[in-house]
């Protein structure tokens, strides 16, 4: 791949993204979207009012528009990308394309029906080791980012994540009360497995992600274990690299 990183911590920095979104064209992170298509019909009306966080030079907002999702809302940090995908889809009425970051999403309370993300989060934990602990930075990035996805869906509304993660790891992340959503999951992919984690908004965790919050918080009271990321091994694709 032309455009993997000398470390792949720099999956993290903007300048990064907005250099290879100079010559890029295009780049579905978990497959393109008719993969998963048959998934996102279940739980994203045509007139949802929808928010896609990251989405960079994907393919997913377009042919989305084309399969009649008309009310489309585009975030990325990368000032390239969020200007290149704009003039690609000028003629597209109803999608908008904005630079925000996920943790500042400056939107009004209840904006949307749907907020959807396709390895953005994965791309934010590029550095975790272990699946069983994520390090005190991630989780408050994390934390930040899923506290405005949660102020900004209507009651009812949904969160869908895509992503590599399995269950067992990334509902430890999801699962938390305060975020007011019950989590399910789904998934998708032949030979490798990708999933859909669909979180709804005004509906409480299931008694067993309920415990599990329960389980996690408990385990968080002794004082917090500092984690020290090794360096990952260079000419590696992140999502490679990343267990959570």
Same mark, same amino acid.
């Not at 579905?28 to 929808?50: A, M, N, P, T, Y």
């Given at each position: 791949? &032309?455009?993997?990183?000398?470390?792949?911590?720099?999956y993290?920095d903007?300048?990064?993204?907005? +250099?290879r979104?100079?010559t890029?064209?295009?780049?579905?992170?978990?497959?393109?979207?008719?993969?998963?298509?048959?998934?996102?019909?279940?739980? %994203?009306q045509? =007139?949802? @009012? /929808?928010?896609?966080l990251?989405c960079?030079?994907?393919?997913?907002?377009?042919?989305?528009? !084309?399969?009649?999702?008309?009310?489309?809302?585009?975030? &990325?940090?990368?000032?390239v990308? /969020?200007?290149?995908?704009s003039?690609?889809?000028?003629?597209c009425?109803?999608?908008?394309?904005?630079?925000?970051? %996920?943790?500042?999403?400056?939107?009004p309370?209840?904006s949307f029906?749907?907020?959807?993300?396709k390895?953005?989060?994965?791309?934010?934990?590029v550095?975790e080791?272990?699946?069983? +602990?994520? @390090?005190?930075?991630?989780?408050?990035?994390i934390?930040?980012?899923?506290?405005? /996805?949660?102020?900004?869906?209507?009651p009812?509304?949904?969160?869908i994540?895509?992503?590599?993660?399995?269950?067992?790891f990334r509902k430890?992340?999801?699962?938390?009360?305060?975020?007011?959503?019950?989590?399910k #999951? #789904?998934?998708?992919?032949?030979?490798? +497995?990708y999933? %859909?984690?669909?979180?709804?908004?005004? +509906?409480?965790? @299931?008694?067993? &992600?309920?415990?599990?919050?329960?389980?996690?918080?408990? =385990?968080?009271?002794?004082?917090?274990?500092s984690?020290?990321?090794?360096?990952? =091994?260079?000419?590696?694709?992140?999502? @490679? !690299? /990343?267990?959570v």
């Amino acid at each position: 791949m &032309d455009h993997l990183p000398d470390n792949n911590s720099r999956y993290k920095d903007v300048e990064y993204w907005d +250099e290879r979104y100079k010559t890029e064209q295009c780049y579905d992170w978990l497959g393109s979207f008719s993969k998963f298509q048959h998934l996102l019909e279940k739980f %994203v009306q045509k =007139e949802d @009012s /929808i928010l896609i966080l990251g989405c960079g030079n994907s393919s997913m907002s377009g042919d989305m528009y !084309n399969a009649g999702y008309r009310a489309i809302t585009n975030v &990325d940090y990368s000032s390239v990308c /969020i200007s290149t995908m704009s003039e690609r889809y000028s003629n597209c009425p109803g999608m908008t394309w904005h630079q925000m970051d %996920v943790r500042q999403l400056s939107f009004p309370d209840a904006s949307f029906d749907v907020v959807l993300e396709k390895a953005t989060l994965d791309a934010i934990m590029v550095e975790e080791k272990t699946p069983w +602990e994520v @390090s005190p930075q991630t989780a408050c990035f994390i934390h930040q980012a899923l506290t405005e /996805i949660s102020r900004c869906l209507k009651p009812g509304g949904r969160f869908i994540s895509v992503t590599f993660a399995q269950p067992f790891f990334r509902k430890r992340l999801y699962a938390r009360a305060e975020y007011d959503w019950s989590i399910k #999951h #789904h998934s998708y992919g032949e030979g490798f +497995e990708y999933f %859909v984690y669909v979180m709804t908004k005004g +509906e409480e965790l @299931s008694p067993e &992600d309920a415990a599990l919050e329960k389980q996690l918080l408990e =385990e968080t009271k002794p004082t917090p274990t500092s984690i020290t990321t090794p360096e990952h =091994e260079d000419k590696e694709d992140f999502l @490679s !690299n /990343i267990d959570v």
